[in-house]
């Protein structure tokens, strides 16, 4: 049976990135403007030899609420549902949101385990935020720069842990 991954996380955090990078073809729109991509992607994806179905939950709009809305909210539920498990993905440049909080929140009360990914982790202006994103409750995270390529050894190995 196939392995479903759904990325999740608000917009702008850079799913669509890594799941371009999973699936090694330019799939999922990826652009400057957060919450451009409209509509939920799947499509088979590697990484150290496993493969698996990966979800690019996206579509949604940031209106400057701090708060997940209903589309946010039941898309990533569905998502994660349906999913063997989820790879929530930060920010780590901009550390830990009130709409990463919330994000969270959702994810520590479902059943599906749950990969925590400080993203954008190149530099060190990514530093704060992976401290900062212990205070999530979702265990060690793990950093990784879905546009430079790196820390993906490190993702292969949390992989190993949850399946
Ligand atoms: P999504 O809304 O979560 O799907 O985010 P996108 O994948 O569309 O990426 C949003 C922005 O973040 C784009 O400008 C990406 O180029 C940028 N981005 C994604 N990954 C990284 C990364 O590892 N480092 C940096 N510095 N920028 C990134
Ligand atoms: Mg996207």
Do not use: W
């Amino acid at each position: 049976m196939t392995i479903k991954v759904a990325m999740v996380g608000r917009p702008n955090v850079g799913k669509s990135t890594l799941f371009n990078r999973l699936v090694g073809k330019r799939l999922a729109l990826v652009d400057d403007t957060p919450g451009v991509t409209r509509d939920r992607r799947e499509a088979m994806a590697s990484l150290g030899g496993m493969s698996f179905l990966a979800i690019d939950t996206a579509g949604l709009e940031e209106d400057g609420d701090t708060k997940l809305s209903a589309r946010m909210r039941a898309q990533t539920d569905l998502a994660i549902n349906e999913a063997d498990f989820a790879l929530f993905m930060i920010d780590a440049r901009a550390g830990v949101t009130p709409l990463d909080k919330h994000f969270a929140d959702l994810l520590r009360r479902g059943k599906t385990p749950v990969i925590l990914i400080c993203n954008k982790a190149e530099g060190r202006a990514a530093e704060a935020g992976i401290y900062e994103s212990y205070s999530l409750g979702l265990g060690e995270p793990v950093s990784i720069s879905a546009e430079h390529g790196e820390g993906l050894s490190e993702l292969i190995e949390a992989f190993d842990k949850v399946i």
